[in-house]
């Protein structure tokens, strides 16, 4: 069942509520392409470029089903060309492009840089399955955490080639030519490693000096021209990263 609604109150009658605003759904699975039955979704989500589908908990297998097939159906239906995962931003995104006989092979990348409840769930291989085939469809990351295997081969030296081609006159500082790039991999290796069960110690301070330089990088980076591009947002998402670990005071509670 969908129940389709922009805002939820307390209903003087539930019962008419959930009959006027929900439509049945005779399948999960995405070899299902008689889409009849979602089109009061399509109906209602016309009008929006982005959609978010949820899930209870990240072991819901029958939700993992349930939104392969309505994937397939945004996608087919009505153009929707990127899916992205609530995983390593800079990993997927940077992996995904890669991919095409660049080195990069698509079991690996899902398998190393979409986190594991999802890469290693037996209810969402027919997802993967599906993306590999269609060429159309493409993967990215939203998260800032760095847990992909791409980042730690690769974040380093494309940022690295980022900056150092830009001619900012923050490369001219003392900072950048002798500590800049140490508290980058120590900070690197803490975000790689740093889990509920391993709980690396890092120097907050080293984060602090991260973030002003990042904010000085973008800084002249912006003022130069107008910046969107992605090794731009990888440094806006790793100064993010910062931030919040200069912030962690109690991971239990994060």
């Known amino acids: ?30 070899y299902d392409t008689s889409f009849a039955d979602l089109e009061p979704l399509g109906i209602a989500i016309k009008d929006f470029s982005v959609i978010m589908l949820g899930e209870m908990w990240h072991g819901d297998g029958a939700t993992f089903e349930a939104k392969a097939r309505i994937i397939r159906f945004l996608h087919e239906k009505h153009n929707f060309n990127i899916l992205a995962f609530e995983s390593d931003f800079y990993s997927l995104t940077k992996g995904f492009e890669k991919l095409n006989g660049r080195g990069v092979v698509f079991d690996s990348l899902i398998k190393n840089n979409i986190f594991s409840y999802w890469s290693q769930s037996t209810q969402c291989k027919p997802l993967f399955d599906y993306i590999r085939l269609d060429s159309s469809l493409k993967l990215c990351g939203i998260d800032n955490q760095l847990k992909g295997e791409f980042c730690r081969t690769n974040l380093k030296s494309d940022l690295s080639a980022y900056i150092n081609i830009s001619n900012l006159d923050f490369l001219k500082t003392e900072y950048y030519k002798n500590q800049f790039w140490n508290d980058f991999d120590s900070s690197l290796f803490v975000f790689t490693e740093f889990s509920w069960k391993n709980k690396v110690r890092y120097r907050k301070d080293a984060l602090k000096r991260l973030i002003i ?29 910062c931030n919040m670990f200069v912030n962690l005071n109690d991971f239990n509670i994060a």
């Open 213 to 241: 330089a990042i904010d000085t990088i973008t800084y002249q980076l912006s003022a130069k021209n107008p910046v969107t591009d992605f090794p731009y947002q990888t440094l806006l998402s790793y100064r993010s990263l």
């Open 1 to 30: 069942v969908i129940i389709i609604s922009s805002s939820l109150f307390g209903q003087t009658d539930l019962g008419s509520f959930i009959l006027k605003n929900t439509t049945n759904v005779k399948s999960i699975s995405i």
